[in-house]
């Protein structure tokens, strides 16, 4: 089966409930209900972004989101969104280690929250944009969305125990 590709507008997208999808393609293809999924959730938040159907079959691969109409831009970010909930992290109250775990106590854009992480080297990406990505023992994921705009308290605990 071919790929096909949705970039520009060659498609309206819009939104069929929860973090479901309706795409009708301008040549009169459709597909409902599929799900938004990131081929590169790391490093390509907007761009290389698949459409699945309820078997996770892809049926369509979008090329860059910011290129698409903006309804559709929306419809599509929106469903990212929802699926990706991901709690940014704005301040670090406590980041300490003890009997080999990382304790950490947060704030976040959801609210407070205590985790602790396993493994520093594996549990912790620092990307080349300042992001930062943290996974905890329950495989919870958390995001600095820019590590260089914490607070300096933040920063100076943070920076301990790395």
């Not at 507008?9 to 990131?38: H, M, P, Q, S, W």
């Not at 080297?121 to 930062?132: A, E, F, S």
């Amino acid at each position: 089966m071919e790929r096909i590709y949705i970039q520009d507008d060659n498609a309206r997208i819009t939104k069929a409930g929860d973090n479901l999808l309706n795409v009708e393609l301008y040549d009169g293809r459709k597909f409902e209900n599929v799900e938004a999924r990131r081929l590169f959730p790391i490093t390509g938040l907007d761009k290389y972004i698949t459409l699945l159907d309820d078997e996770g079959v892809e049926m369509a691969v979008i090329r860059d989101v910011q290129g698409l109409m903006p309804e559709s831009k929306k419809s599509v970010l929106d469903a990212l969104e929802e699926y990706y909930l991901i709690p940014k992290i704005l301040e670090i109250y406590e980041a300490k280690e003890e009997y080999g775990l990382l304790k950490m106590n947060v704030r976040t854009d959801r609210g407070k929250y205590k985790f602790d992480v396993k493994n520093r080297n594996m549990d912790i990406k620092i990307l080349y944009d300042g992001r930062v990505l943290i996974k905890d023992t329950s495989d919870n994921r958390y995001e600095i969305p820019d590590f260089y705009k914490l607070d300096g308290k933040s920063m100076k605990r943070f920076n301990s125990f790395l």
